[in-house]
């Protein structure tokens, strides 16, 4: 009797999975619309560049709070529900994100986007998928080749999230087109570009306007995935085209940093290949440029690492859209001598002040967490980034740990970088003083070796 009770309610159970199922699919494609390739113009010639809007399936819909509410979508978007809350994940649905440059990177990066819920995507590319995109190319199929890569990726992303509110543009991003792109106010700009002008002009664009913008720097002839990082412009280094746009940046628009990249430590494993023209010689590349400015010699290119670097990218504005904090892995070029140096520097430090190192809770490991995960290798008092690469390696000679309050054990929880020259002005002040007159400082410091006794259970 139990056992056909059981076998009823299993029955009964997996019956309305399946038509509920039904249902949904049913719907789904009621929804499904086909797709036209089309496309409208709305621009005769931009830079060489005939530029248009994409047209195709109608989607004029309006990104609301509201998205989550459709059973489908709701039910689609259930594993980022589950990951960051119903209240986070209607942050990301209600989003408007920017990507431009739509190649290995960027399609990568938009498609990740979409994939979480992002209620609206403006999709911008002035160039076209070729078949030897396809080997780094989110979506792109032998039958896309020769179409613009912006009306590829929406007439993809429309039979993935048809609710999503889709925008693509066929165009260059320069001056005349800036208004076009940037208007309507932007929760994210993605600067997916290789081009170094435009790339600089577009970040300074948004600095100057005030939008969040996130950028991606050389992905190509590179193979470790394990070297990618987000880190501000300042603190990429090995990159030539990061170089580049640091350089002109400062000098053409008095911008220093403030900028999030993603970039690779790695060091480029090849150069870009010569250029070779219809004869078969090598020729001048410029003599072959569509857009003036535009490489147009090939760079070797692992197809794996642009889109890693996408992923990256659609990870990061996802968990910042949804109010996630990610600490992000700190760009400190230390080795493990650095760190034996600044622990025997603390217990010498110790001694001398205390007449003995007994109070030092800290090993060298606890002290490598300690300079670069809390203090990213550089003094307490320091917010801005001004040692990178070598320039790090040689200020570790003018760095030194000491306690944040003197009637504490030098603990995990209890010890900040500082210069030699800040420590003495530090230990003959009281935590008191510091709170009344850098409350700032106080508050910056005090959260930070919060952190230390969260990550240690402390």
């Known amino acids: 009797m139990e056992k056909g009770k059981f076998l009823a309610l299993v029955g009964g159970g997996a019956l309305f999975g399946s038509v509920s199922t039904y249902f949904l699919l049913t719907r789904l494609l009621q929804i499904q619309k086909n797709g036209l390739r089309q496309c409208r113009k709305d621009a005769t010639n931009l830079n060489g560049v005939e530029g248009c809007t994409i047209s195709g399936r109608k989607n004029d819909k309006v990104v609301n709070d509201d998205l989550l509410k459709d059973e489908i979508v709701s039910e689609q978007l259930t594993r980022n529900v589950q990951f960051f809350g119903s209240e986070s994940q209607q942050k990301v649905t209600a989003s408007y994100v920017v990507v431009i440059g739509l190649g290995g990177v960027g399609s990568h990066a938009a498609t990740m986007l979409l994939r979480s819920g992002i209620g609206k995507l403006l999709l911008v590319d002035f160039d076209q998928v070729s078949l030897s995109s396809l080997n780094r ?4 199929t032998r039958a896309d080749v020769g179409i613009p890569k912006a009306q590829c990726l929406k007439e993809h992303f429309l039979s993935i999230f048809p609710e999503c509110q889709i925008d693509a543009k066929v165009m260059l991003y320069d001056s005349s087109t800036e208004e ?4 309507g106010h932007p929760d994210f700009v993605l600067d997916c570009i290789d081009n170094i002008d435009t790339k600089v002009a577009l970040l300074a664009s948004c600095v100057r306007r005030g939008l969040k913008v996130l950028s991606a720097t050389g992905a190509g002839a590179r193979a470790d995935p394990t070297r990618i990082r987000i880190a501000d412009l300042r603190e990429s280094t090995n990159d030539p085209l990061s170089r580049s746009v640091r350089h002109r940046l400062r000098k053409h628009y008095g911008i ?5 990249v993603v970039f690779s430590l790695e060091k480029p494993k090849a150069k870009l290949l010569p250029f070779k023209g219809p004869s078969g010689e090598e020729e001048n590349p410029s003599d072959y440029q569509i857009v003036p400015g535009f490489r147009v010699r090939i760079i070797p290119v692992l197809g794996t ?12 504005v996802v968990t910042e859209l949804a109010g996630l904090q990610v600490q992000t892995e700190p760009i400190v070029n230390f080795d493990m001598d650095h760190y034996h140096t600044l622990h025997q520097r603390l ?3 110790e001694e001398s002040l205390y007449g003995t190192s007994m109070e030092v809770q800290v090993d060298v ?6 300079v670069k995960e809390l203090w990213h290798g550089r003094s307490a008092r320091e917010q801005l980034v001004k040692d990178v690469g070598r320039g790090m390696w040689r200020s570790v000679n003018e760095l030194m740990l000491v306690r944040w309050d003197h009637t504490k054990p030098a603990s995990i929880s209890n010890l900040i970088l500082l210069k030699f020259k800040e420590v003495d002005e530090h230990e003959s002040t009281t935590l008191d003083v510091i709170k009344e007159k850098e409350p700032e400082f106080y508050s910056r410091v005090t959260a930070v070796l919060k952190r230390a006794e969260l990550d240690f259970g402390l």
Not at 137 to 140: L, N
Not at 365 to 370: C, G
């Open 137 to 140: 190319h989110a979506v792109a």
């Open 180 to 183: 076009e792109i940037l208007s």
């Open 256 to 260: 220093e940093g403030g900028i999030p």
């Open 305 to 316: 690492i642009p889109a890693i670097f996408g992923q990256v990218m659609a990870s990061y």
């Open 347 to 349: 217990i010498e430090h």
């Open 365 to 370: 490991e606890e002290v490598m967490y300690i």
